[in-house]
C-alpha cells in the first residue's frame, strides 16, 4: 500500500500497543515502524532494475525481519525514551513491521511474508492507494491523537479505525468473488476457452475490476463494473513469447519472467523487445489500450550484453486513466 497508508496502520498499530502508557509517541513510532520495511524502495538506486524488483517486497517485508530487527529497533529507542521499556518498544515495532506485509499482501504485487522462502502472497483484493480503505481511517487516527492518552474515546476511536479499515478490506474480498464469478460466466456465455484466469480491481477503488485471462496464444483483459448491465468485452493481445529466443536464458531476463509470474506478453521494436507485465493493468481503459502501467526495454547491445530499463510513465496517462475510471465505475 502507499506510505499515508502504512503510516495511518503503524500509528493505529502503535496506539494499541502503548497508547495508553505513552500517548502521541507510541503513534509516532509506530507510524516509523510502518515505514520502515518500504525502505527497500532505495535499492533501486544501487542495483539494476530487475534486481531492485526482486528485493521490493522480499526480506524488509517477512515475518524474518519482524522478529529480527523489532528487539534492535526497541533496544534503540529505550536507550533514550523512558516511559516503556525495551520489552514493550520490541512488542510495538514487531506489530509495527508485521502489519506492513500482512496488509501488503492483499495487494498485485503481494509480499515474501515467509521469506527466504520463494511464497509470495498475493490475495489482490485492494489497489495499493484505495481512498475508502484510508480516509476513514485517517480520520479515526487523527481524532484519536487529540485526546488524552488514557481517555476510553481515544481508545474507541483507534478501534474504529482499524475495524472500518479491516471490515472493508473484507467487503473487497466479497467483490473479488462477486465479480469473479461475472468474469467467469462471461467466458462461458461467450465460448472463451483459457487455461488460467486472475481477477484484480482498478486504480482507486473496488468498484471496477480487471481479469486477464490467459488461452493458447494470447492473453484476454477484461473490465466488469458492479454497475454494469451490458455483456463484458474482452480485448486480445498476443503472447509473443517466442520472440525471446535465445535471450530468455539471459539471467536478468529470466529473474524478470520470474517476477511476472507468467503473466506478460512482448512487442518487436526495431532493436529491442518491449515486455509488458501483464498484472498490473493498463494505462487506458480503451479496447483498443496498448500501454501498460510496467513495461521494460530488452535490449541486446554490441558487447554481448543484455540491459533491462523500465519505460517511463507521463503524467498526462495518469491524468486520462483518472478520467476514464470515473466513467466506466458507472457501467457499461
Not at 154 to 174: A, D, F
Amino acid at each position: 500500500m502507499d506510505s499515508l497508508t502504512q503510516i495511518v496502520l503503524g500509528a493505529a498499530v502503535g496506539e494499541v500497543v502503548l497508547g495508553r502508557k505513552v500517548g502521541n509517541k507510541a503513534m509516532l513510532y509506530g507510524a516509523i515502524a510502518g515505514t520502515i520495511p518500504d525502505l527497500d524502495t532505495f535499492a533501486s538506486h544501487f542495483v539494476s532494475t530487475v534486481d531492485a524488483l526482486a528485493i521490493h517486497r522480499g526480506f524488509t517485508h517477512s515475518i524474518f525481519f519482524a522478529v529480527l530487527f523489532a528487539p534492535i529497533m526497541g533496544w534503540l529507542i529505550s536507550r533514550f525514551e523512558k516511559a516503556a521499556n525495551f520489552k514493550d518498544w520490541s512488542w510495538l515495532f514487531f506489530w509495527g513491521f508485521l502489519t506492513h506485509p500482512l496488509l501488503d499482501a492483499h495487494t498485485t504485487w503481494g509480499t515474501q511474508l515467509f521469506w527466504p522462502l520463494d511464497l509470495r502472497l498475493a490475495y489482490k483484493n485492494i489497489f495499493v492507494i484505495d481512498p475508502l480503505y484510508t480516509l476513514p481511517f485517517l480520520v479515526c487516527v487523527l481524532a484519536a491523537m487529540r485526546l488524552p492518552k488514557k481517555s476510553a474515546r481515544r481508545k474507541n476511536l483507534n478501534k474504529w479505525g482499524l475495524i472500518l479499515s479491516t471490515t472493508y478490506l473484507g467487503i473487497t474480498l466479497l467483490l473479488k468473488f462477486y465479480t469473479y464469478q461475472h468474469f467467469k460466466r462471461a467466458l462461458n456465455d461467450q465460448g472463451i476457452s483459457y487455461t488460467a484466469i486472475e481477477t484484480k480491481p482498478t486504480a482507486f477503488n473496488s468498484l471496477l475490476w480487471t481479469a486477464n485471462v490467459e488461452t493458447d496464444s494470447h492473453y484476454l483483459i477484461g473490465h466488469y463494473s458492479i454497475f454494469d448491465t451490458q455483456p463484458i468485452h474482452f480485448s486480445k493481445y498476443p503472447k509473443n513469447h517466442l520472440l525471446l529466443d535465445t535471450l530468455g536464458q539471459e539471467p536478468q531476463v529470466e529473474k524478470l519472467l520470474k517476477i511476472t509470474e507468467g503473466w506478460y506478453n512482448l512487442e518487436q521494436k526495431e532493436d529491442y523487445i518491449i515486455l509488458n507485465d501483464l498484472r498490473f493493468g493498463l494505462l487506458s481503459l480503451s479496447p483498443q489500450a496498448k500501454d501498460f502501467v510496467f513495461s521494460y526495454t530488452i535490449k541486446k547491445n554490441k558487447d554481448g550484453s543484455v540491459s533491462i530499463e523500465e519505460r517511463e510513465k507521463h503524467m498526462r496517462d495518469g491524468k486520462k486513466l483518472i478520467q476514464e475510471l470515473i466513467t466506466r465505475i458507472q457501467g457499461n
